[in-house]
C-alpha cells in the first residue's frame, strides 16, 4: 500500500495535526516516461507553512491534494532509461510512501563520499541555501562579524560554521541554553545567545563588539529589529527567512526602523535556493570537502515513520528541533 | 554685519521656526588658512530634519551653534593659497550669510556650461544622489520598468528623467495634480500617480502591466508596503530616504510585508552621496552632456531672503515645494 498526507485544510496560525488527512491506497504503477520511487527520507521545511496557505514563490498545495515535500528515495520500478530498479533518487514525492514521478521531475543522486541522510542535512536545497546565502549574498570577510539567527536550525548551523571557516568572528541566537551550548561547544561558534531568557540587545552588544557586518536572517520580527541597531556601515543581510511571521494570522509590522539601511548603507537581499542550483557543483565541492576534511558538521533531526510527519512539522515552530528535521519514511535499504 | 539662523530647540514632530533663533554679529575675519565666503545660495534638505535632532550618519547639530547647510557662495577675503577674491565655492557654510571657513574644508567650484544654480539643482549632493542610487545600486535595463516617490523632489524628478534616458518606462508617485502634470508633460515620464486623491495599489497595477523592476525609494512608510507588492523577481530598491518618518515622535512600524524580499528576490540598499564623491566626474560629465543637450531639466524653488530660511525648510515637509528648495542668501554677483 501506498500510505499518504492529504492537505485537508488550510491552517490559520498554527498548523494542526487535523489540517492533514492520513489516506492508503494501492501502490500506482508507472505510465510511461514514469518511475516509481519508495521514499526513505522526506524533507520538513519552515517554507511548507507557506505552500499549505497561499501562493508564495510557488502555488499552494491544492486541497485533496498530497502534501508537497521533497524526498530520496529508491527505484522500485522505471519506465525512463535514466533510472533503474536500486537507483537513489531525489525529488518532490511529496508526504508519501511510494510516488510515481515523471522520469524528468527527479534527480538521480551522484556518488559521494556521504551518509544518504546528508543529502538533506549538508547538501541540496539546505546546504546550498546557506553555502550561497552567506557567501554570494553576506559576502563575510576574514575578521568581520557574522551573525545567525535559527542559528540551531539546520541553514543556520551550517551557515555559522561557514563563517568560521572564512576567520569570521561567529554569534548565534537560539532558543534554547542546550542549542547554544552545540553551537559553542560542539560546532565552534564564537558566543550563543538564548534570545528566550537574554536581552537580545545586550547580548549583541556584548558579544558583537565591534559591531555586525553580515546578519544572516532567518526569523524577522523584532530580531531583525534589535539587529538593524547594531549593523557596521556597508553591512550585509541576505534573507533567508522570516519564520517568525509564518503562522502570524495578520499582516505583522515589519522593523520600525529600516532608516538604519541608509544610515548604515545596509544592503537586505533576500534569496531562493533555487536561483543558484546552476552552480550546484562549487556548493557540493566545497560542502563535502570539509566535511570530509571533519570541518563541517550536520545534525539531522529524525522522525521515525511518515505517520508522524505531521508532529515532526510542528517541531520547527515550537523550537524543539535540532538540526534538520527529517521523517525517515522507509529503510535505506 | 552676518546674519545667522542658530538651532535653539529640538523639534519633536515638525519643526517650528521657534527652533531657529535669528542673531547678527560683525562679520568674523579669517585667521591663517581660512577663507571667508558670502553665501549666495544655501541648499535645503530633508536629510537636516535628522541633523537637527539626533546623530544619524553625522553627528546633530549642537544646541546654539548656526544650523549646519550646505551653500555656494563667493570667497570676499583669503588667506589660503588655494582660494582668490572672487572665486566661487561650494562648502558646509551652515545657515548664515557670511562664513569664515577652513579652506581645506572648501571646494573651488570647477567651470561648468551651467547656470550657479544647478550646482544644486542638477549636480552636487542632488544630482550625484539621483545619479549614483539609481544606476550604481537600481541599474535599470532597457524595457524596464522604475517607479520613483517624491517624483516632483529635486532629487526624484532627476532620478524619473535619467530612467527615461536609460530607456526605461517611469511612473512618478508625487503629491499633488501640478506635480503629476509637471512630470508627464515636462519631464516625460509615462505616467505619474497623486497618491493623496488616488488609491496607490489600484495606480500602480494601471500604470506598471509589467511590474516594477526598480523602485527609487524617498518616502517609506506605507508607500513602501504597497510598492513591494508590485516588485518583479529580481527587482531593486536603492534606499535613498524615507521621509514619511522623518517628523515622527515615535518610531513607526516598518512594511509588513518584507516577506516580499524573498518571493521576489529582491534587493533593498541604502547609500549616501558622500560614499561616491570619488567617482564624482563620472555624474558630472553625464549630467551636464544631458542637461547641455536638453535632455534632462532641473527646478529651483527658490525663496529670497536668508531669514526666511526656517519657512522654506517647512515646505520640505508638507509637501509644497516643486523641484529644489533653496534660499537665496545674497546676489550672485
Same mark, same amino acid.
Given at each position: 500500500m501506498n500510505r499518504r498526507w492529504v492537505l485537508v485544510a488550510r491552517p490559520e496560525g498554527l498548523p494542526r495535526a487535523t489540517d492533514f488527512a492520513w489516506q492508503e491506497e494501492a501502490i500506482p504503477t508507472p505510465g510511461p516516461g514514469e518511475v516509481l520511487v519508495r521514499s526513505i527520507y522526506l524533507s520538513l521545511d519552515p517554507a511548507m507553512r507557506g505552500w499549505m496557505s497561499h501562493d508564495t514563490y510557488i502555488p499552494a498545495v491544492e486541497l485533496g491534494a498530497v502534501m508537497r %515535500?521533497? =524526498?530520496? $528515495?529508491?527505484?522500485?520500478?522505471?519506465?525512463?532509461? %535514466?533510472? =533503474?530498479? $536500486?537507483?537513489?533518487?531525489?525529488?518532490?514525492?511529496?508526504?508519501?510512501t511510494h510516488c510515481v514521478v515523471d522520469g524528468r521531475a527527479l534527480l538521480k543522486l551522484p556518488e559521494l563520499p556521504v551518509p544518504l541522510g546528508a543529502r538533506f542535512g549538508l547538501l541540496g536545497h539546505i546546504g546550498f541555501t546557506a553555502y550561497f546565502g552567506l557567501l554570494d549574498i553576506g559576502a563575510p570577510k576574514e575578521g568581520?562579524?557574522?551573525v545567525v539567527s535559527a542559528a540551531a536550525g539546520a541553514v543556520g548551523s551550517l551557515v555559522g560554521q561557514i563563517g568560521k571557516l572564512k576567520g569570521c568572528r561567529v554569534v548565534g541566537i537560539a532558543g534554547s541554553d542546550s542549542k547554544c551550548e552545540w553551537l559553542?561547544?560542539?560546532?565552534?561558534?564564537?558566543?550563543?545567545?538564548n534570545y528566550k531568557t537574554e536581552?537580545?540587545?545586550?547580548?549583541?552588544?556584548a558579544h558583537c563588539p565591534k559591531g555586525i557586518d553580515v546578519y544572516?536572517?532567518?526569523?524577522?520580527?523584532k530580531t531583525l529589529e534589535t539587529v538593524l541597531n547594531h549593523m557596521n556601515l556597508f553591512g550585509r543581510i541576505p534573507v533567508c527567512g522570516m519564520i517568525s511571521g509564518y503562522n502570524n494570522t495578520e499582516a505583522t509590522p515589519g522593523p520600525n526602523n529600516l532608516f538604519q539601511l541608509i544610515v548604515k548603507r545596509l544592503k537586505m537581499q533576500g534569496f531562493l535556493v533555487t536561483d543558484y542550483m546552476p552552480r550546484a557543483t562549487e556548493a557540493v565541492k566545497d560542502l563535502v570537502g570539509w566535511y570530509g576534511a571533519g570541518k563541517l558538521q550536520y545534525r539531522l533531526d529524525i522522525t521515525e515513520g511518515l505517520e508522524n510527519a505531521p508532529t515532526a512539522f510542528l517541531k520547527l515552530f515550537d523550537g524543539s528541533?535540532?538540526?534538520?528535521?527529517v521523517v525517515q519514511a522507509g529503510p535505506e535499504n
Open positions: %515535500g521533497g =524526498a530520496i $528515495g529508491v527505484v522500485e520500478a522505471s519506465n525512463h532509461p %535514466g533510472f =533503474a530498479v $536500486g537507483d537513489q533518487v531525489q525529488g518532490m514525492l511529496g508526504w508519501q568581520e562579524t557574522l559553542t561547544k560542539d560546532l565552534g561558534f564564537d558566543a550563543a545567545i536581552n537580545l540587545h545586550k547580548a549583541l552588544k544572516f536572517e532567518n526569523v524577522g520580527g528541533n535540532q538540526g534538520k528535521v
